[in-house]
């Protein structure tokens, strides 16, 4: 089975950098992807880790390492419209269909 | 872009009724996944289809059923509802990353 443990909130200033945690302990493993969900709204998708190191994507950045079952989701010079809640979900390496498991997700705030 | 349609965006239904989520891709996926997201217990999975008429249970199955006769459509059933399935249905397809319907927000009286 996995195991997934994100932070529940954060909260962050708008232009600032947040870094957002998550930690996964799985039976097998085979890829990492971070979601975006505003309020209302249905997740889409932000990134995809499946090898150590980090990918860049525009103000968005993920990290992943595998040996410590650990990724990072980095957001730059914060806007407002960032306000959302972020999903970790894990690929399971048995599976067919590439079946996720999502953590409860972190809703993140952006204040002036 | 791959578009994931949902038949309803909100739905009330009484206990014990029997109630059809529609859900249709059109990007010609073979995978497709039934969620329900619930405040403080996310996304969890119901049941997903790899194929036309294949299914497998997911994480929380009990009290739902799905059928998957066409390659675009993947429906979940409540044979029975029940006031502990209101919740938020999210459907979604993949080839790689999940592609996610609106969402049907689901109430049982």
């Known amino acids: 089975g996995q195991n997934i443990d994100q932070p529940t909130e954060m909260t962050a200033t708008e232009g600032a950098i947040v870094q957002i945690n998550c930690t996964y302990q799985t039976s097998g493993f085979n890829g990492l992807f971070w979601y975006q969900q505003h309020a209302g709204e249905a997740p889409t998708f932000l990134s995809y880790?499946?090898?150590?190191g980090l990918e860049e994507k525009g103000r968005f950045s993920s990290f992943l390492s595998r040996s410590k079952g650990y990724s990072y989701l980095l957001l730059k010079e914060l806007q407002m419209k960032d306000s959302a809640s972020y999903l970790c979900?894990?690929?399971?390496?048995?599976?067919?269909?590439?079946?996720?498991?999502f953590g409860t997700g972190t809703r993140l705030q952006v204040t002036l | 872009d791959v578009k994931v349609t949902q038949s309803s965006r909100y739905l009330v239904k009484r206990t014990g009724e029997k109630v059809f989520l529609e859900c249709v891709q059109d990007m010609d996926h073979e995978n497709m996944f039934w969620y329900r997201q619930d405040p403080g217990l996310g996304l969890r999975l119901i049941y997903f289809s790899y194929d036309v008429k294949m299914k497998e249970k997911g994480d929380i199955p009990e009290g739902y059923s799905v059928s998957r006769e066409k390659k675009e459509r993947f429906s979940l059933i409540l044979e029975s509802a029940s006031t502990n399935q209101t919740s938020m249905y999210l459907c979604?397809?993949?080839?790689?990353?999940?592609?996610f319907g609106p969402g049907t927000r689901l109430t049982v009286t």
């Open positions: 979604a397809s993949s080839f790689y990353e999940q592609y």
């Open positions: 979900a894990v690929r399971d390496e048995t599976g067919t269909a590439s079946k996720l498991t």
């Open positions: 880790n499946v090898l150590d």
